[in-house]
């Protein structure tokens, strides 16, 4: 059973940063294409940043330039580095895996707010 826990939310003021982490179990995580998404209330579930199995990354706009997604193939874990945060940029995160099926983690709240 694929299982995906995210951790490292939490409340920060504006300009500041976090780092988010995503542990998977039960499946061969190089394998997995991996991707982060982000939903705010009254909003639709958005993608914020994927890399794929092979390494290729890409974002979406709103946070080029201040988030990086990475990923550690020996601790099947991936990473979130969210840095000149902004109050746009709250929302619940989630974790993505994607291969031959697509897992979903619990979410974890980041809350940008002075």
């Known amino acids: 059973q694929v299982q995906l826990v995210e951790s490292g939310g939490g409340l920060v003021q504006p300009g500041g940063s976090l780092r988010l982490s995503c542990v998977v179990s039960?499946?061969?995580?190089?394998?997995?294409?991996m991707a982060w998404y982000r939903q705010a209330p009254g909003n639709q579930r958005e993608l914020v940043a994927v890399?794929?199995?092979?390494?290729?990354?890409d974002y979406a706009e709103s946070v080029k330039g201040r988030f990086t997604i990475s990923r550690d193939n020996t601790k099947s874990t991936m990473y979130l580095q969210m840095n000149s945060l902004k109050p746009e940029d709250t929302a619940v995160y989630y974790c993505?895996?994607?291969?031959?099926?697509?897992?979903w983690g619990q979410g974890t709240q980041v809350t940008v707010s002075s």
């Open positions: 993505n895996a994607n291969r031959f099926s697509t897992y």
């Open positions: 039960g499946a061969i995580f190089r394998f997995y294409n």
């Open positions: 890399i794929t199995s092979g390494g290729s990354t």
